[in-house]
């Protein structure tokens, strides 16, 4: 046989072998596939489910799903299992396939990841889809995709007031209000300036979070207690309530919950237990009425005292930005530079994480996603780095954070969890490098995604935020 026939010949085998690989994975990749849409489930979701369904995202978004057999092989296992993990990291199907099932609302933050990466084009990936043709995405399929996810956003989502052709946006207008108790707003409010709730009587809430400086202190990390530092920057209190979690490890889950934290904490407020808190609060005999007025009993406790300081915080919303002007249908709201920046702010990713009326608080995510945050900003790795760990206990969790809020961020530097950047152009061009797959973004953009940022600082009690706290 000549060497011409030799390599043709083995050319042909390998061809062979390919194409009969592909043919197997396909029918693997549809027989393993998730279960289908169940009785009931709308067509455009039922759409949307069969894209993620042929594309198989679960292979590597999902913990718990049977694998193709070449992840057994030894090259293909070191490849695919570093897919895997990093798969895993970022986004986790599972939520998002079980409510398509099943025809439940998804959150928000997983729909913003998603178009995120439908519009840019980066799933499936072009490695995986060498070996499984079947899942490349169709113009058609992509935007089925869309069309579910703008229909879940109007339906579900859309803050009242939007203008129609922003009802489908990833970042809503903040509400006017939030459904409240009166007597338990006054009396919170009360509680939310008094200094009895700290262990010396010099501490408030608003010690650490000031009207007058939005809803931070401006500081690196917060100062407690006979001067004492905290180990970590403080997040902002206006607009927390849209929240899903409080704090930046989530360990709280309502504004309830955050407030008891503080007012124990040795280092913060410094209170030893809430029945000295109380006794405190009783030397002076009107709270007993407002107490009454609030909750029918003049108890005060750890329960009535957050509860009623958590239902005054909801009330710390700040609408009428004029980027909010803007997406209610004031076109002249905001300069090109400004809608720029905010065509910049999706295109580039930020809106994957910064989504939803205060455009963060909705999801947790690792910092340093596409970079090592943490060995560029060299220094010791403390507890509070360890992020959503501290609270799980989970490995996928170390370094993982509640995404913070965007609204009024002109206002709430420094930032990050560690208060490590003074500037916003610094903030925006460390997202962009650690968080996005645009490592290095030009001056330009910075300046006018900044531009845009700066439109989100909104008014309170009718007033535009401004910094005035010295």
Same mark, same amino acid.
């Given at each position: 046989?000549?060497?011409?026939?030799?390599?043709?010949a083995?050319?042909?085998?390998?061809?062979?072998?390919? /194409?009969?690989?592909?043919?197997?994975?396909?029918h693997?990749?549809?027989?393993?596939?998730?279960a289908?849409?169940?009785?009931?489930v709308?067509?455009?979701?039922t759409?949307?489910?069969?894209?993620?369904?042929?594309?198989?995202?679960d292979?590597?978004?999902a913990?718990?799903?049977?694998?193709?057999?070449?992840?057994?092989?030894?090259v293909?296992n070191?490849? #695919?299992?570093?897919?895997?993990?990093? /798969?895993?990291?970022?986004?986790? =199907?599972?939520?998002?396939?079980?409510?398509?099932?099943?025809?439940?609302?998804?959150?928000?933050?997983?729909?913003?990841?998603?178009?995120?990466?439908?519009?840019?084009?980066?799933?499936?990936?072009?490695?995986?889809?060498?070996?499984h043709?079947?899942?490349?995405?169709?113009?058609?399929?992509?935007?089925?995709?869309?069309?579910?996810?703008? *229909?879940?956003?109007?339906?579900?989502?859309?803050?009242?007031?939007v203008?129609?052709?922003?009802?489908?946006?990833?970042?809503?207008?903040?509400?006017?209000?939030v459904?409240?108790?009166?007597?338990?707003?006054a009396l919170?409010?009360?509680?939310?300036?008094?200094?009895?709730?700290?262990?010396?009587?010099?501490?408030?809430c608003?010690?650490?979070?000031?009207?007058?400086?939005?809803g931070?202190?401006?500081?690196?990390t917060a100062?407690?207690?006979?001067?004492?530092?905290?180990?970590?920057?403080?997040?902002?209190?206006?607009?927390?309530?849209?929240?899903?979690?409080?704090?930046?490890?989530?360990?709280?889950?309502?504004?309830?919950?955050?407030?008891?934290?503080?007012? #124990?904490?040795?280092?913060? #407020?410094?209170s030893?237990?809430?029945?000295s808190?109380?006794d405190?609060l009783?030397?002076?005999?009107?709270?007993?009425?407002?107490?009454?007025?609030?909750?029918?009993s003049?108890?005060?406790?750890?329960?009535?005292?957050?509860?009623?300081?958590?239902e005054?915080?909801?009330?710390?919303?700040?609408?009428?930005?004029?980027?909010?002007?803007?997406?209610?249908?004031?076109?002249?709201?905001?300069?090109?530079?400004?809608?720029?920046?905010?065509?910049?702010?999706k295109?580039?990713?930020?809106?994957g994480?910064h989504?939803?009326?205060s455009?963060g608080? *909705?999801?947790?995510?690792?910092?340093?996603l596409?970079?090592?945050y943490?060995?560029?900003?060299?220094?010791?790795l403390?507890?509070?780095?360890? /992020?959503?760990?501290?609270v799980?206990?989970?490995?996928?969790? #170390?370094?993982r954070?509640?995404?913070?809020?965007?609204?009024n961020?002109?206002?709430?530097?420094?930032?990050?969890?560690?208060?490590?950047?003074?500037?916003?152009?610094?903030?925006?061009?460390?997202m962009?490098?650690?968080?996005t797959?645009?490592?290095?973004?030009?001056?330009?953009?910075?300046t006018?995604? =900044?531009?845009?940022?700066n439109?989100?600082?909104?008014?309170?009690?009718g007033?535009?935020?401004?910094?005035?706290?010295p």
């Open positions: 046989m000549s060497v011409k026939k030799a390599v043709a083995v050319v042909a085998a390998g061809i062979v072998a390919y /194409g009969g690989t592909v043919a197997y994975l396909t693997f990749d549809h027989a393993t596939a998730p289908p849409a169940g009785a009931g709308d067509a455009v979701s759409a949307a489910l069969n894209v993620m369904r042929e594309a198989r995202c292979y590597c978004h913990a718990r799903v049977d694998l193709p057999f070449y992840f057994s092989l030894p293909a070191t490849l #695919m299992s570093h897919d895997r993990d990093q /798969g895993l990291r970022h986004f986790r =199907v599972e939520p998002v396939i079980s409510a398509l099932q099943n025809g439940s609302v998804p959150d928000q933050e997983p729909l913003a990841r998603i178009e995120e990466v439908i519009n840019q084009n980066r799933m499936p990936p072009t490695l995986y889809l060498l070996m043709w079947h899942a490349h995405l169709s113009d058609a399929q992509r935007e089925s995709m869309l069309t579910w996810i703008a *229909q879940v956003r109007r339906q579900h989502y859309a803050t009242q007031g203008a129609d052709r922003f009802a489908a946006e990833p970042v809503q207008p903040v509400p006017e209000s459904p409240v108790d009166p007597h338990k707003v919170g409010q009360r509680l939310f300036f008094d200094r009895k709730l700290s262990g010396d009587g010099t501490l408030n608003a010690s650490c979070h000031s009207l007058q400086h939005g931070v202190d401006g500081l690196v100062t407690g207690i006979h001067g004492q530092k905290g180990p970590i920057n403080v997040p902002t209190v206006f607009d927390a309530v849209f929240n899903k979690w409080q704090f930046w490890n989530g360990r709280a889950g309502t504004l309830a919950q955050q407030a008891a934290g503080p007012v #124990m904490n040795p280092v913060e #407020m410094g030893h237990d809430w029945t808190v109380a405190r009783r030397e002076d005999p009107s709270y007993a009425t407002d107490f009454q007025a609030a909750y029918g003049d108890t005060i406790d750890e329960n009535t005292i957050t509860d009623a300081i958590g005054y915080e909801k009330t710390l919303v700040t609408p009428d930005s004029r980027f909010d002007q803007y997406l209610k249908g004031d076109d002249a709201a905001l300069n090109t530079q400004e809608k720029h920046g905010y065509a910049l702010f295109q580039i990713g930020c809106s994480c989504t939803g009326p455009m608080g *909705q999801a947790f995510e690792p910092l340093g596409e970079g090592n943490f060995s560029a900003r060299g220094g010791k403390t507890d509070a780095d360890k /992020g959503r760990f501290e799980t206990h989970d490995p996928a969790d #170390m370094e954070f509640k995404v913070p809020n965007l609204r961020i002109a206002l709430t530097g420094p930032y990050f969890h560690d208060g490590s950047i003074t500037t916003l152009d610094g903030a925006v061009r460390d962009a490098r650690y968080q797959p645009d490592h290095n973004i030009s001056d330009q953009d910075v006018d995604i =900044v531009a845009f940022l439109t989100l600082t909104g008014r309170y009690q007033e535009t935020l401004r910094n005035t706290a």
